[in-house]
Antibody
Framework: QVELQQSGPGLVEPSQTLSLTCDIS??????????WSWIRQSPSRGLEWLGR??????????EYAVSVKSRIIINPDTSRNHFSLQLSSVTPEDTAIYYC??????????WGQGTLVTVSS | DVVMTQSPLSLSVTLGQPASISCRSS???????????LNWFQQRPGQSPRRLIY???NRGSGVPDRFSGSGSGTDFTLKISRVEAEDVGVYYC??????????FGQGTKLEIK
């Protein structure tokens, strides 16, 4: 059974970069049957998918939502079996609960515990 | 972009009674291989979303059989045959395709009457 454990700061200053990590147990970040996503939730936007990474045809692939495409990086780390989220140039509108999740063919079947990130000075 | 519309937005149900939530998509989640990527999630207060149903009607591991999903085309339904106290929370539908993936409905809040 897969478990996803998130870590990272809960407070980020405006214009800085939000960074979170999702540790995976019970599966592999380089699995050929899973992708790894980040999703956020806020009262104003609801649940919003941000992006994902997956290993396919011997290379890493990345897909990002249009709304954050210019500011987001999702990085897999095979040595630590985790993946990370970096969101740059944050504003108070990026305040949200951030979740990592496993994706089994358009099915977000397992989620991390969530991290509330507040953007404020 | 795809828009997912749920109804009702809130639901008050007596314990032991059935509940039904509707989800309508602006574009069909039917994939070229014949799969329909429409999922349902439950989010209990203070918890992460939990996937209940995948591909319209398949229950996830450990999901009680009182939960069922149905539908086709652009109209889908989540039913709870007999509501229990632990079912309190917000329910979301989510479409996996077409691009962009993972568009969620606005959520339906279930409470006990």
């Amino acid at each position: 059974q897969v478990e996803l454990q998130q870590s990272g700061p809960g407070l980020v200053e405006p214009s800085q970069t939000l960074s979170l990590t999702c540790d995976i147990s019970g599966d592999s970040v380089s699995s050929n049957s899973a992708a790894w996503s980040w999703i956020r939730q806020s009262p104003s936007r609801g649940l919003e998918w941000l992006g994902r990474t997956y290993f396919y045809q011997s290379k890493w692939n990345y897909e990002y939502a249009v709304s954050v495409k210019s500011r987001i990086i999702i990085n897999p780390d095979t040595s630590r079996n985790h993946f990370s989220l970096q969101l740059s140039s944050v504003t108070p509108e990026d305040t949200a609960i951030y979740y990592c999740a496993r994706d089994r063919t358009y099915d977000l079947d397992s989620w991390g515990q969530g991290t509330l990130v507040t953007v404020s000075s | 972009d795809v828009v997912m519309t749920q109804s009702p937005l809130s639901l008050s149900v007596t314990l032991g009674q059935p509940a039904s939530i509707s989800c309508r998509s602006s574009q069909s989640p039917l994939y070229r291989d014949g799969s329909t990527f429409l999922n349902w999630f439950q989010q209990r207060p203070g918890q992460s979303p939990r996937r209940l149903i995948y591909n319209v009607s398949n229950r996830g591991s450990g999901v009680p059989d009182r939960f069922s999903g149905s539908g086709s085309g652009t109209d889908f339904t989540l039913k709870i045959s007999r509501v229990e106290a632990e079912d309190v929370g917000v329910y979301y539908c989510m479409q996996g395709t077409p691009w962009p993936p993972y568009v969620f409905g606005q959520g339906t809040k279930l409470e006990i009457k």
